[in-house]
Nanobody, 108 residues
Framework: VQLQASGGGLVQAGGSLRLSCVAS??????AGWYRQAPGKGRELVAA???????TYTPSVKGRFTISTDNAKNTVYLQMDSLKPEDTATYYC?????WGQGTQVTVSS
């Protein structure tokens, strides 16, 4: 399974972005998104189980929403009310597979 992440970009604080992660095969596995800001370690942002139960890191709870579309083999991360501290490279995973990063930059 290969993953292709997209949807990053430059947005002003308070804006929204939706990241997508498309798998070439089945997505019937746990999935999620990590992020890594310059000079910082990788942080788990959101994850979703095979049963569809989501979890979020406290700093994004209420602002980000993770979802899946199994028919499209895609995992999404809807990011609302973005803050400058959300600036990072975002990486998706589905099962044991990883996608390339997509850059999110939030200006103040």
């Amino acid at each position: 399974v290969q993953l292709q992440a997209s949807g990053g970009g430059l947005v002003q604080a308070g804006g929204s972005l939706r990241l997508s992660c498309v798998a070439s095969g089945s997505t019937s596995s746990a999935a999620g998104w990590y992020r890594q800001a310059p000079g910082k370690g990788r942080e788990l942002v959101a994850a979703i189980t095979r049963a569809g139960s989501p979890t979020y890191t406290p700093s994004v709870k209420g602002r980000f929403t993770i979802s899946t579309d199994n028919a499209k083999n895609t995992v999404y991360l809807q990011m609302d009310s973005l803050k400058p501290e959300d600036t990072a490279t975002y990486y998706c995973f589905i099962g044991a597979q990883w996608g390339q990063g997509t850059q999110v930059t939030v200006s103040s």
